[in-house]
């Protein structure tokens, strides 16, 4: 049983990477990478697993100092969010990369599915085993969603992009259960193609997801999101693709709410859900004031009750500066406390 004080505090994913592990200009310069990018590392091949382990302790140090509740490795040994996985598995040929569609409309180098999709072994354990054996705290592993690998590759083995994203359910499914016993206390599924393409998100991406969720018993979140704001810069107002996940067996629902100024009422068709509530705006370096984030969260409070609001970014914070991403955790835990206190005398 997870125990946390009321509104928690957690990142999506991903904190910023050192400067010294990896080159953020080109890793700013370009859109996140769907086959292997291994010249984005500053590391040389011998050293780099060593470095990726030093920088996965800062980020988890870094949180623990800010007073976050919830604790992720930030994600330091991938180039991008999805990458890391998808590129474990067999069936794809990497050496032959395909090409798709990026969100943006922009083609972009992807993996080219070229047989069964399988997990031939556990891709993230180590990981996860790794953020346990240093903290204390609640911890929360990511893991990439079905529906969008199968939009991220290039499919020339299955006869439609609903059978692969099957197939890369179970993968998932797989990848989650191991996560769950090897001490996860909380695993999100991160897929941002549900806003980037609700038609098919409605025609079998939903049941890719339930699939990926299949017999799962811990707690699962999934990250529904616009864009990483360093590259997709405008944001609509209202999401293409939320209420469908009302029936989805996922405990916790991630959104963004800051940079959007999204209207909250879509929380209403929720209301079984955890919100990982969005509050921090990942456009800018500059620190919210305490203030500001708690005004931000309080808008929550007509639609979903404070005991099921979880306090987040936005979305990963890949792209900022490491001393805008610490102050930035700051004014999260600080907006948690305030809160905290307010519900406090309001009881």
């Known amino acids: 049983m997870i125990s946390l004080p009321p509104l928690p505090t957690s990142l999506v994913g991903s904190y910023a990477q050192p400067d010294w592990l990896i080159d953020r200009a080109k890793l700013a310069g370009r859109f996140p990478p769907r086959v292997r990018a291994k010249e984005l590392w500053r590391v040389p091949p011998d050293l780099l697993a060593q470095a990726q382990d030093d920088a996965t302790e800062l980020a988890i140090r870094a949180q623990e100092r800010a007073g976050l509740d919830i604790v992720t490795d930030g994600e330091m040994r991938r180039e991008s969010y999805s990458n890391h996985f998808a590129t474990a598995l067999d069936g794809i040929d990497l050496d032959h990369p395909g090409t798709a569609l990026d969100r943006s409309g922009h083609p972009n180098p992807v993996p080219r599915i070229t047989g069964p999709i399988r997990r031939p072994r556990p891709v993230e354990v180590d990981d996860l085993l790794f953020l346990r054996a240093r903290t204390e705290r609640v911890i929360k592993m990511t893991v990439p969603g079905p529906f969008t690998m199968s939009l991220q590759a290039q499919n020339d083995h299955y006869p439609d992009a609903e059978a692969a994203a099957m197939d890369y359910a179970a993968a998932v499914n797989a990848e989650i259960r191991d996560l769950f016993a090897a001490g996860a206390d909380i695993v999100q599924i991160d897929e941002p193609y549900m806003q980037a393409r609700p038609d098919a998100a409605r025609a079998y991406g939903l049941a890719a997801l339930n699939a990926a969720l299949d017999g799962v018993t811990g707690t699962t979140a999934v990250h529904i999101c616009f864009g990483y704001a360093a590259i997709i810069h405008e944001r609509p107002e209202a999401y293409s693709f939320l209420p469908e996940l009302a029936g989805c067996p ?75 991403a610490e102050g930035k955790m700051r004014a999260m835990a600080g907006a948690a406390r305030l809160l905290r206190e307010e519900l406090g005398s309001w009881r």
């Open 250 to 324: 996922v405990r916790q629902v991630s959104i963004e709410t800051a940079q959007s100024g999204l209207d909250l009422g879509v929380l209403s068709d929720l209301k079984d859900k955890t919100i990982i509530l969005g509050v921090i705006d990942l456009s800018t370096p500059d620190v919210e004031p305490v203030e500001v984030v708690a005004g931000r969260v309080r808008r929550a409070f007509d639609r979903v009750p404070p005991e099921r609001v979880v306090i987040a970014p936005d979305c990963g914070m890949k792209y900022l500066p490491r001393a805008s």
